[in-house]
């Protein structure tokens, strides 16, 4: 999966940015030792970010049998714009959550080592 983010995000792309994750979800960089909660604080943490690439290798899924949550392992490589240029990469975790028929993000952890 590729994706690429605008330096400037339009509310339609944050509200649709939003929508993927639900309402008491987190994000966390393991680490830099931050994390963000909630809807609100996780968009704003997008706001100011430009990639030119953002490229998730997904690594292992697992589906428990309630098929109500779901796990994954990533590889990820990225090269961001701004507020600052640089590259990397690295490992990430994620959690979903089933809710109303759809598959929302719970959590995502990157910088993580396994």
């Known amino acids: 999966m590729e994706a690429k983010l605008a330096a400037h995000h339009t509310q339609q792309d ?10 008491n979800a987190q994000i966390r960089d393991v680490s830099a030792n931050k994390e963000w909660t ?3 604080n996780i968009v ?3 706001r100011p970010l430009s990639f030119s ?9 697992l ?8 796990f994954a392992r990533t590889q990820t490589t990225f090269r961001q714009l701004t507020p600052e240029v ?8 994620w959690q979903f959550i089933r809710s109303d028929g759809r ?12």
């Open 63 to 70: 589906i428990p049998r309630d098929e109500q949550s779901a």
């Open 86 to 93: 640089k590259s990397g990469g690295g490992a990430e975790l």
């Open 44 to 46: 704003d943490r997008v």
């Open 53 to 61: 690439s953002l490229v998730h290798t997904t690594a292992q899924i």
């Open 103 to 114: 598959w929302k993000i719970l959590s995502l952890s990157y910088g993580v080592g396994y």
């Open 14 to 23: 944050l509200g649709r940015y939003r929508a993927l994750f639900a309402h």
């Open 38 to 40: 909630g809807q609100d």
